[in-house]
């Protein structure tokens, strides 16, 4: 799924895309070959500005040029979070930063991170993600989408899209549905896939959460949030979400973490609901106080 199409690539110098799901030792060697070839790109081409993502491992290695090129390092979330965690990293973060002519971070949260992890206060810019508004935008028939996929009518449409991975924390909203549908009829729909999904629909069959879809890759983000009511962010490691922008700008309720960069577009019973980290009760408990403020709204 290309998230910014609008983006002129014809303009950017890039690397071919690597992707790494499982790092065993044997892959290592691979992937170091994969940062040295990054490595030498960087040094070898005159350029009039290196941009890369993540603190580490490239911001660190395009630190390391001797070409005085200047350097823009976006910090995304876990390379800032992880230093924190694991001091072993804190010095590779650290140079980077220092080294960087521009640190931009993508939410007020990581803007913090970056200055405690070393980052010059007068070099470090927020910047949020954009999303296209003629895109993510409400759906004008819910109802239509939703008969598509099979879904029952008159059902509440709870959904999450991301990668399933154990940090997403995607069980916590399968056991808050067990709890959710005591109480009411919802649907719960899942976008995405990864090496956690085995795992989470056992859990789900577990718990005997049978109105619950799990759909794999999306590759259409506007058309899988348009067909949702609320849209719910377990994740424990999260900059600033794009999916929740994304969700927002087509209507959803978001229910997210309340912690890293989601306080900043999700106000607490304003134009959304908070619950606490790892909380599956209070989960719960919001998904259905927005249901309830959602019956009312149709209601009136």
């Given amino acids: 799924m290309k998230r910014f199409p609008f983006m002129p690539s014809q303009r950017l110098e890039t690397l071919p895309e690597q992707t790494l799901k499982h790092l065993s030792p044997r892959e290592l060697p691979q992937l170091l070959s994969y940062l040295c070839s990054a490595y030498l790109h960087a040094i070898g081409e005159s350029a009039d500005v290196v941009h890369a993502h993540f603190a580490i491992p490239m911001g660190f290695l395009a630190a390391l040029s001797p070409r005085n090129t200047p350097l823009v390092i976006t910090c995304h979330g876990s390379d800032c979070t992880l230093p ?32 405690r992890l070393g980052a010059p206060e007068e070099r470090v810019e927020i910047i949020y993600f954009g999303i296209d508004p003629e895109k993510f935008k409400p759906a004008s028939d819910k109802g239509a989408l939703r008969e598509e996929l099979g879904i029952p009518a008159g059902h509440l449409v709870v959904g999450t899209l991301g990668r399933l991975v154990p940090e997403k924390r995607v069980e916590d909203l399968i056991r808050a549905a067990a709890r959710v549908n005591r109480r009411m009829d919802a649907f719960f729909v899942v976008g995405g896939d990864g090496p956690h999904r085995p795992f989470l629909e056992e859990l789900a069959e577990k718990l005997n959460v049978e109105n619950i879809r799990f759909m794999g890759e999306i590759r259409d983000a506007a058309r899988f949030h348009q067909l949702c009511d609320i849209f719910v962010l377990t994740s424990v490691r999260e900059g600033l979400s794009v999916a929740l922008q994304e969700a927002m700008a087509t209507g959803c309720v978001p229910v997210a973490v309340n912690g890293y960069g989601c306080p900043e577009l999700v106000k607490d019973g304003e134009n959304g609901y ?20 959602l019956e009312l709204g149709r209601r009136a």
């Fill in 274 to 293: 908070l619950f606490e980290p790892l909380d599956i009760e209070e989960l719960a408990e919001k998904v259905l106080k927005t249901a309830d403020s």
């Fill in 84 to 115: 924190l965690a694991k001091p072993a990293y804190m010095g590779f973060v650290r140079y980077a930063l220092r080294k960087a002519y521009k640190v931009v971070a993508v939410s007020k949260f990581i803007r913090d991170l970056t200055l």
